[in-house]
């Protein structure tokens, strides 16, 4: 995917101010090429209802001096740039009625073409909502899937985690900011772990060093719905970003889901709503899958290739304190009662069942009737 000087008109497009993507569509299907777009006539610019900064910049051809500039800062980054008419250009995306017209890629651009699943959800999640994101972003990601989220704090970073810890799995991370910014900061090491060895890539509409200001993410969002063939909502507020998500996937015709929470829960409102709405009731990857359309369905391929060993060492390293203590307790073939388990781990009942509803919520143990406990084969 080389950036050459044809990518100059593309870059220019996305400078000028109030252009917004639609109104890029709209000359592009007039013009043809980026470039000519910049040879128009101001009056004739202004009589396709362009906003009179818009078109004065195109005028003044600013934009393809600043472009020149900005090409020279993607080089430099290791980035590339994606076009709609590129084939990397994603495949969904491309049907919405604004996709972006052009992209900027880091890591691996191939992440694109395979069939994605997006997880949203709130910036403050339960122990629960922990669980559940990371959990599902793990087996999708190892039924061959690439889960998309924001790269913000909360549900997302623990979706693109999940998906990590799938020995071939993929994570696309969708930014609200220039794709050389790190927003949050503390995310540099998943960053990183996304765009080094392949595992996945980073997007941005946005030109380089944008800020990531209020402004952006509701515009970010209608690249993460567009990018999915559905969206799962694992936990959000009334009024959080993730409905707004749901709801554009909802528009853009794509599958919504909505794993229920505790009804207490503020963080419960927005998949439940969903829910109540027609969203399918999501537990577990399965559910996910099986609404998908039969030709992804019967696409899809088990990437998950680590052995037995390997597996039990990314178990051991998720795991901490008591939950670690109970794991090494149980056997796939041998239920253990919690009381023999509170004897044996010297934890207290209270402690003990916090640790092992926590384990079954990683899908490492399972509970059977009577109190009984067994370690789940991975």
């Given at each position: 995917m080389p950036d050459s000087p044809s990518h100059l008109g593309w870059l220019a497009l996305g400078l000028v101010p109030g252009l917004g993507s639609r109104n890029v569509a709209k000359l592009l299907g007039m013009f043809g090429e980026p470039e000519a777009i910049f040879r128009v006539p101001l009056t004739e610019l202004e009589a396709l209802g362009l906003t009179a900064e818009a078109a004065q910049s195109i005028h003044s051809r600013e934009p393809l001096r600043r472009a020149e500039k900005e090409l020279e800062r993607v080089k430099a980054s290791d980035c590339h740039l994606v076009t709609w008419n590129d084939a990397a250009y994603p495949p969904l995306l491309r049907e919405i009625y604004d996709p972006p017209a052009l992209l900027y890629l880091r890591g691996n651009p191939e992440a694109l073409g395979r069939p994605t699943i997006s997880i949203v959800g709130t910036r403050r999640p339960t122990t629960y909502g922990i669980q559940m994101s990371e959990r599902l972003g793990r087996d999708l990601a190892g039924q061959g899937l690439a889960v998309a989220s924001g790269l913000a704090r909360g549900i997302d970073t623990l979706a693109h985690r999940g998906a990590l810890q799938s020995a071939a799995g993929m994570t696309i991370g969708v930014l609200g900011c220039g794709i050389d910014v790190v927003y949050p900061k503390e995310?540099?090491?998943?960053?990183?772990?996304?765009?080094?060895?392949?595992?996945?890539?980073?997007?941005?509409e946005l030109p380089m060093g944008t800020p990531p200001t209020p402004a952006n993410f509701p515009v970010r969002n209608r690249i993460i719905a567009g990018l999915g063939l559905g969206v799962v909502v694992v936990e959000g507020t009334e009024h959080s970003g993730s409905l707004i998500t749901a709801r554009l996937g909802m528009e853009f015709g794509r599958e919504v889901?909505?794993?229920?929470?505790?009804?207490?829960?503020?963080?419960?409102?927005?998949?439940?709503?969903?829910?109540?709405?027609?969203?399918?009731?999501?537990?577990?990857?399965?559910?996910?899958?099986?609404?998908?359309?039969?030709?992804?369905?019967?696409?899809?391929?088990?990437?998950?290739?680590?052995?037995?060993?390997?597996?039990?060492?990314?178990?051991?390293?998720?795991?901490?304190?008591?939950?670690?203590?109970?794991?090494?307790?149980?056997?796939?073939?041998?239920?253990?009662?919690?009381?023999?388990?509170?004897?044996e781990s010297g934890l207290s009942s209270s402690e003990a069942l916090a640790?092992?509803?926590?384990?079954?919520?990683?899908?490492?143990i399972r509970q059977l009737p009577g109190k009984q406990f067994v370690k789940v084969l991975l």
């Open positions: 995310n540099r090491k998943l960053f990183d772990q996304i765009i080094t060895g392949g595992r996945g890539a980073i997007l941005s889901y909505g794993v229920p929470g505790n009804a207490t829960q503020p963080t419960s409102f927005g998949p439940h709503q969903l829910i109540k709405q027609g969203a399918k009731l999501v537990t577990g990857w399965q559910d996910v899958v099986e609404e998908l359309p039969t030709a992804v369905r019967a696409a899809l391929a088990p990437v998950e290739t680590t052995t037995a060993a390997e597996r039990a060492s990314l178990v051991n390293e998720s795991l901490f304190g008591p939950q670690l203590t109970l794991y090494h307790l149980l056997r796939p073939d041998e239920p253990r009662h919690i009381d023999d388990l509170v004897e640790a092992l509803f926590d384990l079954e919520m990683k899908g490492y």
